[in-house]
T-cell receptor, first 113, second 119 residues
Framework: AAGVIQSPRHLIKEKRETATLKCYPIPRHDTVYWYQQGPGQDPQFLIS???????DKGSIPDRFSAQQFSDYHSELNMSSLELGDSALYFC????????????FGPGTRLTVT | AQTVTQSQPEMSVQEAETVTLSCTYD???????LFWYKQPPSRQMILVIRQEAYKQQNATENRFSVNFQKAAKSFSLKISDSQLGDAAMYFC????????????????FGKGTHLIIQP
């Protein structure tokens, strides 16, 4: 079965650079969630989209922005990168905005040097 | 704000034995969902089991079952007949239900319990 696709899988950036992470949800899934998991930490919810509209917002820094496109894929844009942004970034998708299962992608590992 | 607490940073169990992972949560909502996720060394997040707060019956999935005590706000995970493949970080997670006004609400995770399986 098709799963959530995230690209790139690994990304190395320098401080103050920008990064764009992409997420392709499971076909027919219309809801996307972004999470950040620092080393040895639990995942922290950043933001979610349902039908291309922002639905819920968590602890997303102002330097980050995200959007969901007409084909339901989503992009997380990160600017002025800091060392503390080094983390595993997960995207999850679900069908509808209800409490259905969130299917997680494999994550993008971002390293900021 | 909701909080999820996992008081056991690490647990160890012999293969084929039973282990229980603890989770407590704090919420003022009456409609919510609770989850256990497994994160093996590959770092993939895998849903193990899910419980709706309005259901009194404890959820079960093969060797995995929960003990949901709503009044005590406790949600423990029991793994029976532990296998080497069960070794992973286990995260307890919470999200509001539809009647709590939530939309595509994100999950709130606990800090996790590292489960070690001794052969």
């Amino acid at each position: 079965a098709a799963g959530v696709i995230q690209s790139p899988r690994h990304l190395i950036k320098e401080k103050r650079e920008t990064a764009t992470l992409k997420c392709y949800p499971i076909p027919r899934h219309d809801t996307v969630y972004w999470y950040q998991q620092g080393p040895g930490q639990d995942p922290q919810f950043l933001i979610s989209f349902y039908e291309k509209m922002q639905s819920d917002k968590g602890s997303i820094p102002d330097r980050f922005s995200a959007q969901q496109f007409s084909d339901y894929h989503s992009e997380l844009n990160m600017s002025s990168l800091e060392l503390g942004d080094s983390a595993l970034y997960f995207c999850a998708s679900s069908l509808g905005e209800g409490p259905g299962e969130q299917y997680f992608g494999p994550g993008t590992r971002l390293t900021v040097t | 704000a909701q909080t999820v607490t996992q008081s056991q940073p690490e647990m160890s169990v012999q293969e084929a034995e039973t282990v229980t992972l603890s989770c407590t949560y704090d919420t003022s909502e009456s409609d919510y969902y609770l989850f256990w996720y497994k994160q093996p060394p590959s770092r993939q997040m895998i849903l193990v089991i899910r419980q709706e707060a309005y259901k009194q019956q404890n959820a079960t999935e093969n060797r995995f079952s929960v003990n949901f005590q709503k009044a005590a706000k406790s949600f423990s995970l029991k793994i029976s007949d532990s296998q080497l493949g069960d070794a992973a970080m286990y995260f307890c997670a919470y999200r509001p239900g539809s009647f709590s006004g939530g939309g595509a609400d994100g999950l709130t995770f606990g800090k996790g319990t590292h489960l070690i399986i001794q052969p």
